[in-house]
């Protein structure tokens, strides 16, 4: 195999490598259903880092 044989296979397989996983990505994302179901908008705690009043000896 020459040299520009060589490169010319390199080129090709860079392209396909970059070229490839984005086509597959256009492709299932147009086969996925669509999900016309209104959003829920997420539970929201109270106080999720409550504040400690007084210290807390936890030696023995």
Same mark, same amino acid.
């Given at each position: 195999m020459s040299l520009i044989d060589g490169? @010319?296979?390199? @080129?090709?397989?860079a392209i396909v490598c970059l070229a490839l996983p984005r086509l597959l990505s256009v492709i299932l994302a147009s086969k996925k259903p669509?999900?016309?179901l209104p959003k829920q908008s997420p539970i929201e705690l109270e106080d999720s880092h409550p504040k400690i009043s007084s210290y807390v000896d936890a030696t023995p």
């Open positions: 490169i @010319l296979l390199t @080129l090709v397989n669509q999900n016309n």
